[in-house]
């Protein structure tokens, strides 16, 4: 990204706390404590070259960590600049409705629910 000097020019987009995968691989050890969390976005901000990624993503769920801590995680990357907007990968839709419950401007994307899904729990769809 620095020596092409195109950084505006381009919406950047990364994911963290993807499942461990050193020393053994394991996918389903969660990985999205604030401290992991910051330590790869930090990672993907000094690999790419930048100092803010355009939106970041949960890459998964950890369903025994509260949605109000996994918000406030992201939100203090906004804080600090770090990232513009999150979301979220991988997620349930009744884990999005709660997420949704704390910070209402949050959107669930039609396109990454099943259609039975959408008109089960969406009561406005997008």
Same mark, same amino acid.
């Given at each position: 990204?620095?020596?092409?000097?195109?950084?505006?020019?381009?919406?950047?987009?990364? +994911? !963290? !706390?993807?499942?461990? /995968?050193?020393?053994?691989?394991?996918?389903?050890?969660?990985? /999205?404590?604030?401290?992991?969390?910051?330590?790869?976005?930090?990672?993907?901000?000094?690999? /790419? !070259?930048?100092?803010?990624?355009?939106?970041?993503?949960?890459?998964?769920?950890?369903? +025994?960590?509260?949605?109000?801590? /996994?918000?406030?995680?992201?939100?203090?990357?906004?804080?600090?600049?770090?990232?513009?907007?999150? !979301?979220?990968?991988?997620?349930?839709?009744?884990?999005?409705?709660?997420?949704?419950?704390?910070?209402?401007?949050?959107?669930?994307?039609?396109?990454?629910?099943?259609?039975?899904?959408?008109? +089960?729990?969406?009561?406005?769809?997008?």
């Amino acid at each position: 990204m620095k020596r092409s000097e195109k950084r505006n020019q381009v919406v950047l987009i990364s +994911k !963290g !706390g993807h499942p461990s /995968l050193f020393p053994i691989p394991n996918m389903h050890k969660f990985r /999205l404590s604030k401290e992991e969390m910051t330590k790869d976005l930090d990672g993907s901000l000094s690999d /790419l !070259g930048t100092y803010h990624i355009d939106i970041y993503l949960y890459h998964r769920d950890d369903p +025994k960590r509260p949605v109000e801590e /996994l918000i406030e995680t992201m939100e203090g990357f906004v804080r600090a600049g770090k990232i513009r907007y999150y !979301g979220v990968s991988n997620w349930t839709l009744p884990k999005i409705i709660e997420a949704q419950a704390i910070w209402p401007t949050a959107e669930v994307s039609s396109s990454s629910i099943s259609p039975a899904a959408e008109r +089960k729990y969406v009561t406005n769809p997008i």
